[in-house]
């Protein structure tokens, strides 16, 4: 009996290493010097993008990007894929050319060694769309962080206008 107290004590630690280094773990990254500037930089669309959710991942905003950036999205933007039955997306809303949207957060999500930073926008107009506040990691910009420097959002999918402060 003693033994398979150890057994089940022994089966129940190994279950609880498996979910937490398997589990993702967020963190916000606002405060830290780095990040610190990003907050409440403006940007305006300089294409038309899709607003949507992976139907294999789930994320907690919807996505903002094109089919350049997700290839299962449809090659044109146009708003009458809008709750189309699409495989591997779900098309929620559009982005349009000249839509203004702000970083409000700079977040940290780590998954076992996988580590990924991204940024949360809200569109300025958010009384105007369903879906406001959106996951830009797919219109950014990683290769900074190789340098130890934070990402950008790519110039092809928006352009940065002048920060509030300035």
């Known amino acids: 009996m003693k033994w398979l107290l150890i057994a089940v004590g022994i089966a129940l630690l190994g279950a609880l290493f498996f979910w937490q280094s398997h589990s993702t773990k967020t963190a916000y990254l606002n405060g830290l010097p780095l990040y610190r500037d990003l ?18 991942h ?7 990007a094109t089919h350049v950036a997700v290839p299962e999205l449809p090659d044109e933007v ?13 098309i929620l ?5 000249g839509e203004r ?9 780590t998954t076992g060694k996988n580590v990924k930073i991204s940024f949360e926008i809200l569109f300025l107009d958010e009384e105007a769309h369903k879906y406001a506040r959106l996951d830009a990691d797919d219109i950014m ?9 934070p990402p950008t959002i790519r110039p092809e999918f928006a352009a940065s206008v002048a920060h509030p402060s300035q």
């Not at 809303?93 to 050319?97: H, L, P, Q, T, Y």
């Not at 910009?141 to 420097?149: I, K, N, R, S, V």
């Open 39 to 56: 907050p409440n930089r403006q940007f305006i669309f300089e294409q038309d993008c899709y607003i949507f959710k992976l139907k294999a």
């Open 78 to 90: 146009s708003e009458k894929n809008i709750g189309a039955d699409l495989p591997g997306v779900r």
């Open 141 to 149: 910009d990683h290769a900074p962080e190789a340098q130890g420097l």
């Open 93 to 97: 809303g559009v982005a349009r050319v």
């Open 58 to 64: 789930d994320t907690d905003w919807p996505l903002v």
């Open 101 to 109: 949207f702000k970083i409000v957060s700079v977040r940290q999500q």
